[in-house]
């Protein structure tokens, strides 16, 4: 995992961006328009988080074809879904001040802490972060820049940066991103068509029934798309009192980038420790591909165990000989 230790080159160049701010009102008497910082800050929760939400998808697909990004649909996407995973919502000042050379270590610097949390839904999430390594040049970088700077400046962490799940998962930001970058026809091809909130919303309260929903029951969606079914379902859970966590979440999709889309959302909307997803054809065995899916998140999850008893392994032997180099030293003397 790649280190990203860049924040002493941030907070430098803010300083020297306060200074010029300072100066110019020196120069200038004039009341300055609303500040770039002013509306990065927390603003008050929107009062329509799914009219928000298409509203950031809709400036970013703008700002993403206007900065001559291409025809890939996987690298905004990703970019803005490495964002949603962001719980500090100040932190839209740091994005801002980065050179867009520098979106690549901090992109794989929030995905690779998002792994040792949660490896599984961060390996499905791949489709999302694989261009990273793939050496994007300076054209493709400054579209990322634009897209992450239109998302940071029209609110997407007052939405998905809360430190309550209950209010990230008031909209599904991801959803309208992905339909909109997708070709018309592609759509067609692939008959992706997610249900619209309200829809979802309604069929959560309708099945969802405190009476009879119990802790340990299984939640199945057959063709999760971007996981906006789970969404309103956890939602209707803590309406009722119930958490999230408690519940066992299995989704899959047929679309590689649709599945990876509703692994980060599952993360973003808090859903619990218990949920598998995968990208597999519900009608092509009795179980969807479930037993599968199950066995190779058990098998990522040991293999993150492993790196971590690694990891601490080399951390107590590196304290042990400075510890050894310091006796010797000190016998020396």
């Known amino acids: ?49 799914q009219r928000h939400a298409a509203d950031i998808a809709d400036n970013v697909i703008a700002a993403w074809f206007s900065h001559y990004g291409g025809s ?13 995973l962001i719980r500090e919502p100040l932190v ?33 999430a791949r489709p999302l972060h694989s261009w990273i390594e793939e050496d994007p040049d300076e054209y493709q970088l400054r579209a990322v820049q634009a897209a992450i700077h239109t998302a940071v400046r029209k609110g997407l962490l007052d939405l998905t940066a809360r430190d309550d799940p209950f209010y990230r998962s008031q909209a599904d930001v991801l959803s309208p991103l992905l339909t909109g970058l997708r070709h018309k026809s592609d759509k067609k091809w692939r008959g992706e068509y997610h249900t619209p909130t309200s829809v979802t919303d309604l069929m959560a309260r309708v099945l969802v029934d405190g009476n009879h929903c119990e802790p340990g029951m299984s939640i199945r969606e057959p063709a999760i798309g971007s996981g906006g079914m789970f969404r309103s379902v956890a939602q209707q859970l803590r309406e009722l ?93």
């Open 1 to 49: 995992m790649v280190q990203f230790d860049l924040f002493g080159e941030v907070e430098r160049k803010l300083e020297a961006r306060t200074r010029q701010r300072a100066e110019k009102a020196t120069k200038s008497p004039e009341p300055a328009s609303a500040s770039a910082v002013s509306h990065r800050r927390f603003r008050a929760f929107p009062t329509d988080p």
């Open 72 to 84: 890939r649909m996987d690298v905004p996407l990703g970019a803005v879904a490495a964002l949603t």
């Open 92 to 124: 839209g000042d740091r994005l801002l001040a980065l050179d867009a050379t520098q979106l690549p270590q901090l992109l794989r610097e929030i995905w690779g802490v998002q792994w040792m949390v949660r490896p599984d839904l961060i390996e499905m």
């Open 241 to 333: 009192g119930l958490n999230p966590h408690d519940f066992y979440w299995y989704g899959n999709d047929l679309d590689p980038v649709a599945a990876a889309c509703a692994a980060v959302n599952a993360i973003v909307w808090d859903l619990g420790p218990k949920v598998a997803i995968w990208c597999g054809d519900t009608l092509a065995s009795s179980d969807s591909g479930l037993d599968k899916a199950l066995a190779e998140r058990a098998a990522v999850i040991r293999h993150r165990n492993a790196v971590v008893e690694q990891a601490v392994f080399e951390q107590k032997t590196r304290r042990l000989l400075h510890a050894f180099d310091q006796l010797l030293e000190g016998t020396a003397a």
